[in-house]
C-alpha cells in the first residue's frame, strides 16, 4: 500500500464549477501538507500549504486537512481553463530524519471545460 | 520563493553514457533536493544535497549512479552515470527556504531520454 493515495482522474468539470480533489494517507507522523499544481512539460508550482488539521483558504483555493480521518482536500471555487493542470498532493513528518522530505501523491489530471 | 533554473532542459543519450544536470538557485539555501518523475507517475526523491558533505540518498538510489555534488548554497549538480532507457524521465530539483524545511519550490525539471 502507498503511503499516499490520489486517484489519477482525468477529472472533467465546467468552467465556473467547484473542482474538489483529494489525497489519504497512511503515515499518522505526517504533519505538513502541501499541493502543488503542474502544467504539461512544467515544474510543480506550490499552491498551498497547511500545518495539522483545518482549514486554510487563499483566493479561489482552499485546502482542508482531517487528519483524524488521515484525509485532505483542495477546492477551486469558479473553475477557469487556466486550472487545466495535474495537482499533486505532498506531505511530510515533523521527525529530524524527515525534514524536507515530501511523499507525493501520484497527482489527479483536471481539466476544465469552457 | 525562490527562482531556480536547470540546464539542460532536456537531452536525448544513448545508453551507457552519463548526464550531468546543472541546478542554479538566485538566493542562499539550506537545502536542495532532486527527485525523479517517471512518465506518468509523480515524483521520487532520489537524495539531498548537503553543502559541504556528501548527499544523503533514499533506499533505492546509489550513489555510484547517482552522483551529487553541492559545491555552494545556490549550486548543485545531478549526474546519472551509465544510462539505460529506464532512466528515461523528468529529474527536478527543489529548495526548501526560510525556516520551514517542508516548503519546497522546484524547478523546471530536465527532460531525459535515453536511447
Known amino acids: 500500500q502507498k503511503e499516499v493515495e490520489q486517484d489519477p482522474g482525468p477529472l472533467s468539470v465546467p468552467e465556473g464549477a467547484i473542482v474538489s480533489l483529494n489525497c489519504t494517507y497512511s503515515?499518522?507522523?505526517?504533519?505538513?501538507f502541501m499541493w502543488y499544481r503542474q502544467y504539461s512539460r512544467k515544474g510543480p508550482e506550490l499552491l498551498m500549504y497547511t500545518y495539522s488539521s483545518g482549514n486554510k483558504e487563499d483566493g479561489r483555493f482552499t485546502a482542508q486537512v482531517d487528519k483524524s480521518s488521515k484525509y485532505i482536500s483542495l477546492f477551486i471555487r469558479d473553475s477557469q481553463p487556466s486550472d487545466s493542470a495535474t495537482y499533486l498532493c505532498a506531505m511530510s513528518a515533523m521527525r529530524s530524519d524527515s525534514w524536507g522530505k515530501l511523499q507525493f501523491g501520484a497527482g489527479t489530471q483536471v481539466v476544465v471545460t469552457p | 520563493s525562490a527562482v531556480i533554473s536547470q540546464k539542460p532542459s532536456r537531452d536525448i543519450c544513448q545508453r551507457g553514457t552519463s548526464l550531468t544536470i546543472q541546478c542554479q538557485v538566485d538566493?542562499?539555501?539550506?537545502?536542495m533536493f532532486w527527485y525523479r518523475q517517471q512518465p506518468g507517475q509523480s515524483l521520487t526523491l532520489i537524495a539531498t544535497a548537503n553543502q559541504g558533505s556528501e548527499a544523503t540518498y533514499e533506499s533505492g538510489f546509489v550513489i555510484d549512479k547517482f552522483p551529487i555534488s553541492r559545491p555552494n548554497l545556490t549550486f548543485s549538480t545531478l549526474t546519472v552515470s551509465n544510462m539505460s532507457p529506464e532512466d528515461s524521465s523528468i529529474y527536478l530539483c527543489s529548495v526548501a527556504t526560510g525556516g520551514v524545511l517542508n516548503e519546497q519550490f522546484f524547478g523546471p525539471g530536465t527532460r531525459l531520454t535515453v536511447l
Open positions: 538566493s542562499q539555501v539550506t537545502m
Open positions: 503515515n499518522s507522523a505526517f504533519q505538513y
